[in-house]
């Protein structure tokens, strides 16, 4: 198969590739550049349309997706919608010279490795699972052998120490000699309790019973016997396999990772599950005609602290212990003694702060690939990443084994709240410690530490480093950052040795990267403000050429007339640090009557959108270009909470959802009327999610800002919104409810002044109907006249039919262009 076409993007593209060859902590030595960027724009002839906006995106050209390295280094295999169909197709892409791209036959996906392979030690074996089976290759030979074929799900595949390769069947962990077949039971966990020998049951009808009834008694002594024999049995004999681990009953198993010695297993243990039969969501357009009655997650304001517990298990003496929490620093502290404090007086009374364990589970950061539990290579040693219930600590620990408890490494403590990114850790080579991401400086950085030393910090500046990887030999750790500017990453190398940062690439985008087996290569997933992301590799050289894998844009997106925004540093009135945003101008935007302009509110809140890579809000970039070429001036603003910015920014927010950020919209405001000839009265803005959210408290809060606004998906009350997410920001209505009275639009309508345009999906997981239903009673209960309501009865909260998304977007610009 000939590799995908080429088009005149990829002329475009060339151009840049020229390139390749808060207060809490101390702030940073470096500031960021805060020049105007602009990539360069798409120079096709064809303007988008409304309805090529919102069509299937398989338009755009079916992407590359999953990507990843053979094991041998040659080749990239990668995944590709089928036109049409969800269902995807595995592509390989040769690196032999040949430049050949060719479909993986489904006959030969078991054979071919997978992203998630793992490496024997001596190098000679290569592991990966395949439709939950389990699969090793000789590498000398390149003979593939398949290891399992029932229908459970194998998991947790790793090499142990002694050259075995072990993996998880449910929480059975099993184990097989490659050069012999045998396979083991190493352990087996089980949330029941252990059993007992039969007892007589306590009571007198039964005691009687025993008493009187011989064949009664006799059965009893059988079992009781042949429970004996059984555990006897188990004692002495040496094939059988191991008794299991008795966890308890009315508990589940969070995470358990066995040492690659094979002889201890951690684990994370929490109570069993129960689900509130409140938790469900109507659902209208169904199969069969009926309502269905959909489960939901619960709501922040149902929910109660989880603790988990942290049990040691040693499988050679069979025998289990939990760490107890007590060695970690603060881990009895209340740390939210003073925001219990002010809502106490505010209803009248005195809050007596006192010390109580607090409740600590394994953290889960939303954007790693790793477990929160990481064992050493040789399995000598185990380092655990824990987090607060209440979200203000992160804790590094590792395990003391011969006296059976944790010994904390390192203490990130935060008043407003832990990050769940930036999270990730590992261990260095031999002895030498820890290496791990941290915040406490403002910024991601890169930390090292030795176990009986002081953790020192290798990266600084105000960037973020995310994505470390440590390599084989332990003396270097690549990672991707955003050094040079907020909106650009490049990937960079840290020399432990030398104590030396180098720049690997020198794009204009954003990326992420993987090495290759061999190391020798960089496998780079790359796009740019008008180029989806796509696949390149280079050499693992500062200043290496890239060389591009995959040509997947279609001929059609090729020859649409796109701009690319700029990405400008708006001033801000409430701090030193500027809002970074997008901005697309129309042509001869000074001349002529003021401009109408729109501010576009991304999602997420923690999300970065003013960057210079390709955005998951495609469809509003090509709606921001049909504005632009209507007259329009479009500003696309990474407000406070955004991604890519530091901790102060992130946490700016704390307490207060949607004060910082319409601050910020208002600076967005002067920055368009000041410098855009743009007319202060004919300013809208939209957005969904965070952003429908963002909506709302802009035309609340500032209800002369905007003359129109449209609330996609929106959040109108906090409490109705998750725990994990809003737990963070606003801790729980129960402790704080003085945050969510302050921070939910349901408390603020009666600002509401101009046009609002509310769009809701109906069969919403993520932000339930039920907030869009609530605040429009509210709405209508205080006689608001500039208020309308679209409903989407089959959509989630990602849209996902093209007739709704065009719907949606036309209810937009139609309010828009009746109202600016």
Do not use: C
């Not at 024997?120 to 590498?139: H, I, N, P």
């Not at 109580?356 to 040693?381: E, F, K, V």
């Not at 020192?456 to 955003?482: C, H, W």
């Not at 709704?804 to 209810?811: F, K």
């Amino acid at each position: 198969m000939k590799p995908f076409a080429k088009t005149a993007l990829t002329i475009a593209l060339s151009s840049l590739l020229t390139f390749s060859s808060g207060p809490l902590f101390a702030a940073e030595p470096h500031t960021y550049q805060t020049k105007t960027v602009q990539l360069p724009s798409q120079q096709g002839t064809t303007l988008m349309t409304m309805e090529q906006a919102m069509a299937h995106p398989d338009w755009i050209g079916r992407q590359p997706e999953a990507a990843y390295w053979s094991a041998d280094s040659k080749t990239v295999y990668f995944e590709r919608k089928q036109a049409g169909s969800e269902l995807r197709e595995l592509y390989a892409r040769s690196l032999d010279g040949t430049d050949s791209t060719t479909p993986v036959a489904l006959k030969d996906l078991d054979n071919i490795g997978a992203a998630d392979q793992r490496f024997s030690a001596d190098g000679q074996f290569v592991a990966w699972t395949f439709e939950d089976q389990v699969f090793v290759k000789a590498l000398s030979s390149g003979k593939v052998t398949q290891l399992t074929r029932n229908s459970e799900k194998q998991q947790d595949l790793q090499f142990l120490t002694d050259g075995r390769l072990s993996w998880r069947q449910g929480w059975n962990f099993l184990a097989v000699n490659l050069q012999t077949g045998e396979l083991q039971q190493l352990a087996s966990l089980t949330t029941e309790d252990a059993p007992k020998a039969p007892q007589i049951p306590d009571s007198y009808l039964a005691r009687e019973q025993h008493k009187l009834i011989a064949f009664i008694a006799l059965e009893h002594k059988n079992a009781k016997d042949a429970h004996q024999y059984q555990q006897q049995l188990q004692a002495q004999s040496d094939v059988l396999a191991p008794a299991p681990f008795y966890l308890g009953k009315d508990q589940q198993i969070a995470s358990a990772i066995m040492s690659p010695k094979g002889d201890k297993i951690l684990l994370a243990l929490e109570a069993a599950g129960k689900r509130n039969s409140s938790d469900i969501m109507p659902n209208y357009i169904t199969a069969d005609g009926n309502i269905a009655a959909q489960p939901v997650r619960a709501r922040v304001h149902d929910q109660k602290p989880e603790p988990q517990k942290l049990v040691l298990l040693d499988l050679t003496g069979a025998s289990q212990t939990e760490l107890s929490y007590e060695s970690l620093p603060g881990f009895d502290e209340d740390v939210l003694a003073s925001v219990k404090a002010e809502n106490a007086k505010r209803e009248g009374k005195t809050y007596q702060s006192k010390k109580s364990p607090r409740a600590i589970t394994l953290l889960n950061d939303w954007s790693w690939d790793q477990s929160a539990i990481r064992w050493h290579a040789d399995g000598s040693q185990v380092a655990v990443m824990l987090k607060a219930w209440d979200n203000k600590d992160r804790w590094l620990a590792t395990v003391d084994f011969k006296e059976k408890k944790l010994v904390n490494q390192h203490r990130l403590h935060d008043d407003a709240w832990i990050n769940y990114d930036f999270n990730n850790f590992g261990w260095l080579a031999a002895d030498q410690g820890l290496y791990f991401l941290s915040e406490e400086s403002g910024y991601s950085h890169l930390y090292t530490k030795a176990l009986n030393g002081k953790a020192k910090k290798l990266t600084a500046g105000t960037f973020e480093v995310s994505q470390p990887v440590l390599n084989k030999a332990g003396d270097a750790i690549y990672f991707r950052a955003n050094v040079n500017h907020p909106g650009i990453y490049n990937v960079y190398k840290f020399d432990l040795k030398s104590a030396k940062q180098s720049q690997l690439t020198q794009l204009q985008g954003n990326l992420t990267f993987e090495l290759s087996p061999d190391e020798q290569k960089i496998l780079l997933r790359y796009s740019t403000s008008v180029l989806p992301e796509e696949l390149y590799v280079m050499d693992n050289n500062a200043g290496s050429t890239l060389k591009r894998l995959t040509f997947t844009v279609s001929p059609q997106f090729s020859q649409m007339k796109l701009q690319a925004p700029q990405v400008v540093a708006v001033p801000s009135s409430h701090g030193e640090q500027p809002v970074f945003a997008k901005l697309y101008l129309p042509k001869d935007y000074q001349q002529g009557e003021k401009r109408r302009a729109v501010i576009f509110n991304h999602g997420a809140g923690y999300l970065q959108n003013s960057d210079l890579g390709w955005s998951n809000y495609f469809r509003e970039f090509f709606f921001h270009n049909i504005l632009i070429e209507q007259g329009y001036v479009v500003l696309d603003m990474d407000y406070r909470a955004s991604k890519g910015y530091g901790r102060d920014w992130r946490t700016a927010i704390y307490r207060q959802m949607g004060t910082p950020e319409t601050q910020d919209l208002v600076d967005g405001v002067k920055y368009l009327v000041a410098n855009f000839n743009v007319d202060e009265k004919r300013i809208g803005t939209y957005g969904g999610s965070y952003g429908g959210f963002m909506t709302f408290m802009a035309m609340f809060k500032e209800p002369d800002l905007f003359k129109a606004g449209s609330a996609l998906r929106p959040v109108a009350d906090w409490a109705y919104y998750n725990h994990p997410y809003t737990s963070n920001i606003l801790n729980t209505p129960d402790v704080d409810p003085i945050a969510y009275e302050r921070s939910s639009p349901i408390y603020l309508t009666q600002g509401l002044k101009n046009q609002l345009l509310i769009n809701a999906p109906m069969v919403d997981d993520n932000v339930f109907f039920q907030d869009v239903v609530r605040i429009v009673q509210r709405l209508i209960e205080q006689e608001k006249q500039t208020f309308e309501t679209a409903i989407f009865p089959v959509e989630p909260h990602g849209f996902r039919q093209p007739s709704s998304w065009l719907d949606e977007y036309r209810r937009i610009y139609k309010l828009f262009e009746r109202e600016l």
